[in-house]
């Protein structure tokens, strides 16, 4: 059975701080998703990483993947209000089936 | 395009009763998923289709739940009988090969 592991599973911080969140699983996966979820919507993508040691950049926003292709980290650098809302990664196989983390959620206040 | 479009968004239903929930992809796309989405389990995929045919199922909790796909622009997940622990938010995603998923805005369902 496929897993993946999200921590931290709650984060609540102040506007300015940096934050880390971490993406764990022991399967491989072709590629790693990350989407973000506002309250009554559906996830959105944010980036999709496909080889192992990739790192992709996207504003404030750092995403890598681990070099075995079993892992992923999401930094944010100074966080802002709008940065606010539950934080998930995907893995996809090479059947394209995709499997979601459990999710953090993140608060940051003003 | 619209999006993938969900019905109904909210849903309130008995136990015991069927509920069916609504998809229509976004056109073109060949994959089709389901997912379940609760504070306590996270987003759970049910079921995932690829050009209409079943390929993956081992999510679906139990018999109680069935999904169809009968054409590219439609698929259903059925709910007979309902229970109150099937209370969740249903999403329906689609894909075209293995590019970004595209999720609606989910089905809240509550069964009392």
């Known amino acids: 059975t496929q897993l993946l592991e999200q921590s931290p599973q709650f984060l609540s911080i102040q506007e300015g701080e940096n934050l880390t969140v971490y993406c764990n699983s022991s399967?491989?996966?072709?590629?790693l998703q990350w989407y973000r979820q506002e309250p009554g919507e559906g996830p959105v993508l944010l980036v999709t990483v496909v080889t192992g040691g990739e790192v992709k950049k996207l504003k404030r926003l750092t995403f890598q993947f681990g070099d075995a292709r079993k892992d992923s980290s999401l930094h944010i650098t100074a966080a802002q209000p709008g940065d606010t809302g539950l934080y998930l990664c995907a893995g996809e196989d090479s059947s394209y089936k995709l499997i979601f983390g459990s999710g953090t959620r993140l608060l940051v206040r003003p | 395009d619209a999006g993938v479009i969900q019905s109904p968004r909210h849903e309130v239903t008995e136990m015991g009763q069927e509920v069916t929930l609504r998809c229509k992809p976004i056109s073109g796309h060949d994959y089709l998923f389901w997912y379940r989405q609760t504070m306590m389990r996270g987003l759970e995929l049910l079921i995932y289709?690829?050009?209409?045919?079943?390929?993956?199922d081992s999510g679906m909790p139990e018999d109680r739940f069935s999904a169809k796909m009968p054409n590219a622009s439609f698929s259903t997940l059925k709910i007979q009988p309902s229970e109150p622990r099937d209370s969740a938010v249903y999403f329906c995603a689609s894909t075209w090969g293995n590019t970004e998923a595209f999720f609606g805005q989910g089905t809240r369902l509550t069964v009392v």
């Open positions: 289709f690829n050009n209409n045919v079943p390929i993956d």
């Open positions: 399967s491989v996966f072709s590629s």
